[in-house]
């Protein structure tokens, strides 16, 4: 009998102990032969893109809190400090929603985020206010934003997707940041979502045409090696 495990179950597919193993895994498992034509990071081209890692995702009482985000946490801290230590661009999403910029969403979801709920915060262990702060109301952190043009003025080719959802705003941003013509680096361990398989599908995916599968390690490595 095949198992009746819904395929939208939670699952803390990350933890803080197996996190860099899996992420090893996952990236060997799904990665596409090509890596992006074996694109070069060249971090002093890039920006690091912190998509929604608010409080509505990552408190464990909010009805979508996302298991995996405590394991993901400690690593975007630590890229989001690399960042503005080399005074590169870094620049954080905030996702809200009214009825009136919901879009699809309103009837999609079951609720919307609202920008006075304090659920709707950046988490107090990121510092939006290090970066840029981003106000976006669809999944693509592009889609009726100021970001694209600010990247441009920055003279930025690259991005590093990190945050949530994986399969959602994440793979949405990462594929509209590629057909604008920006390189993707797409972090497998910096990036979450409710369950390994939704994680694995979006890898697989964007390996296969849209971005370089990367680690949080390898993008410090050549912040660090930058003079």
């Known amino acids: 009998m095949i198992g009746t495990r819904s395929p939208y179950h939670k699952e803390p597919y990350f ?14 498992a799904v990665e596409s032969p090509r890596r992006g034509n074996n694109a070069a990071f060249e971090p002093g081209c890039s920006a690091l893109l912190v998509l929604d890692m608010q409080a509505y995702f990552l408190e464990p009482e909010s009805h979508a809190f996302i298991p995996s985000t ?3 946490l400690p690593g975007i801290q630590v890229l989001a400090q690399a960042y503005r230590q080399k005074n590169l661009p870094l620049i954080f999403t905030r996702h809200t929603n009214t009825p009136a910029d919901a879009g699809q969403m309103s009837s999609w979801w079951r ?5 006075h709920s304090p659920l709707s915060r950046i988490v107090p262990q990121l510092d939006p206010g ?4 981003l106000a976006k109301t669809q999944y693509d952190a592009f889609y ?13 080719t690259q991005v590093v997707i990190s945050g949530v959802m ?36 979006s890898l697989l995916n964007l390996s296969h045409g849209f971005a370089t599968l990367s680690l949080v390690s390898e993008i410090l490595a050549a912040l660090e090696g930058m003079r």
């Open 166 to 201: 994986t399969h959602l705003c994440c793979e949405t941003t990462a594929r509209s940041a590629f057909v604008r013509g920006f390189q993707v680096f797409f972090l497998v361990d910096g990036t979450a979502t409710y369950n390994r398989d939704f994680h694995r599908a």
């Open 15 to 28: 933890t803080a102990d197996n996190l860099a193993q899996t992420a090893v895994e996952m990236r060997s």
């Open 70 to 72: 405590p394991a993901i």
């Open 111 to 115: 609720d919307l985020i609202d920008a």
């Open 144 to 156: 009726g934003t100021p970001l694209e043009a600010e990247l441009r003025q920055r003279g930025v």
């Open 130 to 133: 290090s970066g840029m702060l």
